[in-house]
């Protein structure tokens, strides 16, 4: 019998990949964010220790909010920091963000386009705690809202980046997390981030994948062995999905014979969703594959076998490149 | 501008109960255009409404955004008919304005939007407006800010949980500088409270907040509760408002009690009558 793997505890640092990594760069970014501004304020729902904002909380102490187990009024309370002119970062896990304070996000911040920003952990499957903590629709529920931004950030520097462009940004954000030690897929020098921007990471001319968050490091490395193979692979990196770059997508859709999208996230409202829209609106016909989540509950499980198992991974990608995987 | 340096240490009763009559006749001429409105409501929030306005609240009609206001939410946005015939008493709204509440690309909503001077959140939505309030009162707290909130909320607002997430943290960031005013008229949409959420008043004391309850139709009354809501010992402050929908009116007041009144045309002209000859407040 092979060798069983269990579910990890929420604390655990996700694999890497093999690639460098940097701890907690989101709080940390945060932190630096925060020796200048002063109108930056942190709050979390009893996650701070699982959302990577401690090291603000240890920085900023009189600046820092535990709201306890309360999303609703994690959010309402953030709104109300904002009405007086600051700017809060609230941190929960996206499964409750999403769903639990969906219309605080809405109507209390989005409405008003309030500068708060909603940063949110366990992402898809990084967690193996099934249904209730994998938060595998919340993008495409958040950006169902008017004037949210949403963002689904490849890496470490990438993180980063995000948090300084959504500290700037004037209206409201919602932010995937990627927490702990996390990889290091770009290079933080001259690294540039811009809210709606697609980058265009490598071209191609066979097969073109357009990704967003870690998928998109996934969809590298599928480049790269399918180079080995005499298969020219561009990559889109996506990570704003509201708002969407749409020409960007256009463009790039205009250079490869077929496309494949790629997100730790259900297809059905998803990237591959936005993809298929703005083709339809711009009158391309492209072939699209979609790598992504079933519309169905996962179980509970390791996070490596559940990544495997719903087709996360580099090879799922090289398969779906080659026609290997329909 | 600076903020006049409210609130003075005596009300003048007289001029409340005067300003709170005016604000009244407003609610029956605004909902004299469309025929209907939240006019129970309206009648029944006017006292409080009035001392918070004329009185309590530190704030300047000619700088609705003034940065030290004292600042009142509007939870239950359908409520809106109070906040308009306050705002237009106050002069941040043109008394002409008001005939076109609830009228198509009207400033007077039938449900407050902050897009109108003098609105601090979007209300309506039930359950949003404390744990705002929360936030307003940590952001100025940390601004070293004198300003207090007052939040209103309902009775039947209270059976939204999010209520009560936030009157838990209000009371564990011992929010002194804020009020939270529960109106407790008894009504609700599908009538009167259907979810029994006595006894009220000790559900706050035991979510920490410095709780009185009073008759939310006498303005003397309503008056010393919010002074002694000023107290600054680390508790924010819960004052549980009995209030009569349609109060002011005696008409209004003898009708099933509605959440949502309709008047027929005819009977404007001495629905404003019986106002102007009614002593409203129970002071």
Same mark, same amino acid.
């Given at each position: 019998?092979?060798?069983?793997?269990?579910?990890?505890?929420?604390?655990?640092?996700?694999?890497?990949?093999?690639?460098?990594?940097?701890?907690?760069?989101?709080?940390?970014?945060?932190?630096?964010?925060?020796?200048?501004?002063?109108?930056?304020?942190?709050?979390?729902?009893?996650?701070?220790?699982?959302?990577?904002?401690?090291?603000?909380?240890?920085?900023?102490?009189?600046?820092?909010?535990?709201?306890?187990?309360?999303?609703?009024?994690?959010?309402?309370?953030?709104?109300?920091?904002?009405?007086?002119?600051?700017?809060?970062?609230?941190?929960?896990?996206?499964?409750?963000?999403?769903?639990?304070?969906?219309?605080?996000?809405?109507?209390?911040?989005?409405?008003?386009?309030?500068?708060?920003?909603?940063?949110?952990?366990?992402?898809?499957?990084?967690?193996?705690?099934?249904?209730?903590?994998?938060?595998?629709?919340?993008?495409?529920?958040?950006?169902?809202?008017?004037?949210?931004?949403?963002?689904?950030?490849?890496?470490?520097?990438?993180?980063?980046?995000?948090?300084?462009?959504?500290?700037?940004?004037?209206?409201?954000?919602?932010?995937?997390?990627?927490?702990?030690?996390?990889?290091?897929?770009?290079?933080?020098?001259?690294?540039?981030?811009?809210?709606?921007?697609?980058?265009?990471?490598?071209?191609?001319?066979?097969?073109?994948?357009?990704?967003?968050?870690?998928?998109?490091?996934?969809?590298?490395?599928?480049?790269?062995?399918?180079?080995?193979?005499?298969?020219?692979?561009?990559?889109?990196?996506?990570?704003?999905?509201?708002?969407?770059?749409?020409?960007?997508?256009?463009?790039?859709?205009?250079?490869?014979?077929?496309?494949?999208?790629?997100?730790?996230?259900?297809?059905?409202?998803?990237?591959?969703?936005?993809?298929?829209?703005?083709?339809?609106?711009?009158?391309?016909?492209?072939?699209?594959?979609?790598?992504?989540?079933?519309?169905?509950?996962?179980?509970?499980?390791?996070?490596?076998?559940?990544?495997?198992?719903?087709?996360?991974?580099?090879?799922?990608?090289?398969?779906?490149?080659?026609?290997?995987?329909? | 501008?600076?903020?006049?340096?409210?609130?003075?240490?005596?009300?003048?009763?007289?001029?409340?109960?005067?300003?709170?009559?005016?604000?009244?006749?407003?609610?029956?001429?605004?909902?004299?255009?469309?025929?209907?409105?939240?006019?129970?409501?309206?009648?029944?929030?006017?006292?409080?409404?009035?001392?918070?306005?004329?009185?309590?609240?530190?704030?300047?009609?000619?700088?609705?955004?003034?940065?030290?206001?004292?600042?009142?939410?509007?939870?239950? #946005? &359908?409520? %809106?008919?109070?906040?308009?015939? !306050? $705002?237009?008493?106050?002069?941040? @709204?043109?008394? +002409?304005?008001? /005939?076109?509440?609830?009228?198509?690309?009207?400033?007077?909503?039938?449900?407050?939007?902050?897009?109108?001077?003098?609105?601090?959140?979007?209300?309506?939505?039930?359950?949003?407006?404390?744990?705002?309030?929360?936030?307003?009162?940590?952001?100025?707290?940390?601004?070293?800010?004198?300003?207090?909130?007052?939040?209103?909320?309902?009775?039947?607002?209270?059976?939204?949980?999010?209520?009560?997430?936030?009157?838990?943290?209000? #009371? &564990?960031? %011992?929010?002194?500088?804020?009020? !939270? $005013?529960?109106?407790?008229?008894? @009504?609700?949409? +599908?009538?009167? /409270?259907?979810?029994?959420?006595?006894?009220?008043?000790?559900?706050?004391?035991?979510?920490?907040?410095?709780?009185?309850?009073?008759?939310?139709?006498?303005?003397?009354?309503?008056?010393?509760?919010?002074?002694?809501?000023?107290?600054?010992?680390?508790?924010?402050?819960?004052?549980?408002?009995?209030?009569?929908?349609?109060?002011?009116?005696?008409?209004?007041?003898?009708?099933?009690?509605?959440?949502?009144?309709?008047?027929?045309?005819?009977?404007?002209?001495?629905?404003?009558?019986? $106002?102007?000859?009614?002593?409203?407040?129970?002071?």
């Amino acid at each position: 019998m092979a060798e069983r793997a269990y579910t990890q505890a929420m604390g655990r640092d996700e694999a890497t990949g093999g690639r460098a990594t940097v701890d907690a760069p989101f709080g940390n970014a945060l932190v630096e964010i925060a020796r200048t501004r002063t109108d930056i304020v942190g709050l979390t729902a009893d996650l701070g220790k699982y959302t990577d904002i401690l090291p603000f909380r240890d920085a900023h102490p009189e600046r820092f909010f535990n709201v306890g187990m309360a999303e609703q009024n994690l959010v309402a309370v953030a709104a109300g920091l904002a009405r007086t002119g600051l700017v809060p970062f609230a941190t929960t896990y996206g499964v409750f963000a999403s769903r639990r304070a969906f219309d605080f996000i809405a109507i209390a911040c989005a409405h008003s386009n309030l500068p708060v920003k909603i940063v949110a952990g366990l992402p898809g499957l990084t967690t193996g705690y099934g249904g209730t903590h994998q938060a595998i629709e919340d993008t495409g529920l958040m950006r169902l809202i008017p004037d949210l931004v949403v963002i689904d950030p490849c890496d470490a520097t990438e993180i980063a980046a995000a948090t300084k462009a959504a500290a700037v940004h004037p209206g409201p954000v919602y932010m995937r997390l990627l927490r702990g030690k996390v990889p290091v897929v770009f290079e933080p020098d001259g690294f540039d981030f811009a809210i709606g921007k697609a980058r265009l990471l490598r071209e191609g001319g066979d097969v073109g994948f357009v990704s967003t968050g870690f998928m998109t490091e996934r969809a590298l490395d599928a480049a790269e062995a399918l180079e080995k193979r005499g298969i020219s692979a561009g990559v889109l990196h996506a990570p704003t999905l509201k708002p969407f770059d749409a020409e960007a997508v256009i463009r790039f859709a205009g250079e490869v014979e077929h496309l494949v999208t790629a997100e730790n996230h259900v297809v059905r409202g998803g990237l591959a969703s936005l993809v298929a829209e703005t083709l339809f609106d711009a009158g391309m016909t492209k072939r699209l594959q979609r790598i992504g989540l079933p519309d169905r509950y996962i179980e509970c499980g390791s996070v490596p076998t559940l990544q495997r198992r719903y087709g996360l991974m580099m090879d799922d990608l090289v398969a779906a490149a080659t026609g290997e995987r329909a | 501008m600076a903020l006049a340096n409210h609130p003075p240490a005596t009300a003048d009763l007289a001029a409340l109960r005067a300003r709170a009559k005016s604000m009244r006749r407003h609610v029956l001429a605004m909902a004299r255009g469309p025929g209907q409105g939240y006019v129970g409501q309206g009648l029944g929030i006017s006292d409080v409404l009035a001392a918070l306005y004329f009185h309590e609240m530190r704030w300047d009609p000619a700088d609705v955004k003034a940065a030290d206001r004292d600042r009142f939410l509007l939870s239950t #946005g &359908h409520y %809106s008919i109070a906040l308009w015939a !306050a $705002l237009a008493e106050a002069g941040v @709204i043109p008394l +002409d304005e008001l /005939v076109t509440y609830g009228a198509d690309d009207s400033r007077l909503e039938m449900s407050t939007l902050d897009t109108t001077p003098g609105v601090e959140m979007i209300g309506g939505s039930l359950g949003h407006g404390l744990g705002q309030a929360i936030g307003m009162a940590l952001g100025l707290r940390l601004a070293k800010s004198p300003a207090r909130i007052f939040c209103e909320l309902s009775d039947g607002e209270m059976q939204e949980g999010s209520t009560w997430e936030a009157a838990m943290a209000a #009371g &564990h960031f %011992s929010l002194d500088n804020l009020v !939270a $005013l529960i109106d407790c008229n008894g @009504i609700q949409a +599908d009538g009167p /409270v259907v979810l029994d959420m006595e006894p009220v008043a000790d559900k706050w004391r035991a979510f920490g907040f410095a709780t009185q309850e009073i008759d939310g139709n006498d303005l003397a009354a309503v008056v010393a509760a919010l002074e002694k809501a000023r107290a600054t010992d680390g508790k924010p402050h819960a004052i549980v408002l009995r209030t009569r929908p349609g109060q002011g009116v005696p008409t209004l007041l003898a009708r099933e009690k509605a959440h949502f009144v309709r008047v027929e045309p005819d009977e404007w002209d001495a629905l404003i009558d019986e $106002l102007d000859r009614t002593e409203a407040d129970h002071g």
